[in-house]
């Protein structure tokens, strides 16, 4: 559990036509990372990049008037990728020749409706703004009008010297600038950096509201129209066979894009990456079921490819593994602190922000979030221990005379809620440590993790044991025995003067975790600081004589509270956990697993 797995290199040999089965079969376990080659692999380079290019092209021009490609994957034992994508790339061109005209019709009906419908937002934005069509866009002397269209919700910078008029539309909005022609051209100028431009309006024959029911009727029979083109063109996809043609296309760029396949030469290609161990004994089964004929092997990695590592943890410290990769992925020889960090952070958060009304509704809060957003099950454990430390403190909502304290009211005993959090920084910091230590041993490092920070842990469990002499005594005799080991190595190295500058680094250290564990303090002062603002809002709302007045003021009051206090809690729970417990033993330089996954297509 404690132990990050490293991934198993794995090697698939396939006949040419399965490959993107065989691919399609690796991003579907979850569990493969195809190793990072280069796309030099292909044998055919030049044929797939010129086919790639051609297709690209034709999406560019023709993508908004193809159906969805067909996502399904191409089946085992059929034609080979390369040969099925020019088939499909020569029924595009036939698609294209026969549709070209309707195309074309279709974009002029698709630009009338478009022309129809800014005239029509812009009558019913003078309509709503009770203007005349007209709105003064005659030139006069010296003066000219000009109308600018703007994105939604875009404010135009005013030109000095002109009159402003907006007019806001449905999807758009309308700007009438009034000035001299330099300053309208001005104007436009800013209109066309917010992504505007110059609107003209089509002069009204009739009154607004009969050229509003014309513009109506024109837009209905051009929408119709469009809809009549699409069909068609629908249908003639069909006809051609498009979809699939689309999807086959677009599994070969997904495959040349990955860069891994490769086309051997007899016809077979191969494929090389990292895979979870469980997977890469179950890779051939897989294959199999899927119809790829396959043959896989686990020979040992290239040389200077460091395997990614797999999180082996339980379901519950799964979403810690979030604060674990802030700092860094454990590499293969060193302790992964996430099931650690499972129990700390809770405790550390709940005993900051110990209420039984507030614990309950972040614990909701996290339930109610937890599929949407997969952080959010951290707020789960996070409410269930500042609940629990609710009952602990005797605290409702800011309120302390609804339930006994189990232990004590914060306020009531100040210093007895600054020591619990520093002992249990001394622990965590001395878990550090032993972390440290159990990295060491995987590494085959524990000769050298000894000779480092043996010292250092002994000091520290020394200052810690003079709560208790006997066994503070005990550490003392250990330290000095350490010290004494140390000496004679140095003097039997010949290196007696570098010993001395180790043991002021090894002091060093020890002082620092010293400081890390007075850092542990804060936690007490934040829950002071959370019973100082509930015991504020319980005064504050005491001294509203109205009833109702008093829960409000207890609704407000708890609302800023928990706003507040999430922020600065998680803040200060990530905080101690980064830079006091993680660098003691965390180093980071591992790298996650980047499995697989399929393309999905539109």
Known sequence: MLRPRPALWFRLLCPYEDLLAALQTLARTRGVEISASGDEQWQDRARVESLLERFTAFAERYGAYWPSAASAPPAAGGPRPLARAEAALAALQGWEAGCRDLIGALVQHERTVFELGLQLDWLQALARAQLDARLGLAPRAHLDARVLMLPAGHLLEPVPDTLHTLLPGAERDFVVVIGRSEQLDLAQQRAEQLHGRRFVPQPARAGPRQTARALEQRLAEARGSVATLRAELGQRAHAHQLPGHLGALHWLRWAWETGRGQDGTGGFGWITGWAERDTARDLAALLQRDGCRALVSHPPPPPGLEPPVILDNPRWAVPFEFLTRLYGVPGAGEADP?????????????????????????????????????????????????????????????????????????????????????????????????????????????????????????????????????????????????????????????????????????????????????????????????????????????????????????????????????????????????????????????????????????
């Not at 909701?364 to 609710?390: D, E, H, K, N, V």
């Not at 959090?421 to 590494?443: E, H, K, M, N, Y």
């Not at 007075?518 to 600081?529: H, N, T, W």
């Open 338 to 602: 996430s099931p650690v960090v499972g129990i700390v952070a809770p405790l550390l958060f709940g005993y900051m922000f110990g209420d039984v009304g507030q614990g309950l509704l972040i614990l909701a809060a996290g339930l109610l979030w937890r599929r949407r957003q997969p952080l959010a099950r951290i707020a789960i454990p996070c409410g269930i221990s500042a609940t629990a430390f609710g009952f602990v403190f005797g605290s409702v909502f800011g309120l302390e005379d609804l339930l006994p304290a189990l232990w004590l009211h914060p306020l009531g005993a100040p210093q007895a809620v600054l020591l619990p959090p520093l002992v249990f920084g001394a622990l965590l910091l001395v878990a550090g440590l032993l972390l440290d230590l159990l990295g060491a041993w995987w590494s085959g490092r524990v000769e050298a993790w000894w000779r480092t920070q043996g010292g250092v842990v002994l000091g520290f469990l020394t200052v810690l044991g003079l709560a208790q002499p006997p066994l503070g005594l005990l550490c003392l005799l250990g330290w000095c025995g350490w010290c004494a080991q140390q000496l004679h190595a140095a003097f039997r190295d010949g290196r007696p003067l570098a010993f001395l500058g180790e043991l002021v680094e090894w002091f060093e250290q020890l002082l620092r975790l010293l400081v890390n564990t007075l850092s542990f303090a804060r936690v007490g002062a934040f829950a002071l600081a959370h019973a100082g603002l509930s015991l504020a809002t319980v005064q504050l709302a005491a001294a509203i004589p109205w009833g109702p007045g008093q829960i409000v003021m207890l609704v407000l009051g708890n609302l800023v509270m928990l706003s507040l206090e999430l922020l600065v809690v998680s803040i200060q729970t990530t905080r101690l956990l980064l830079f006091e417990f993680f660098i003691r033993f965390l180093r980071g330089q591992g790298r996650a697993l980047r499995p697989l996954t399929a393309p999905r297509f539109t």
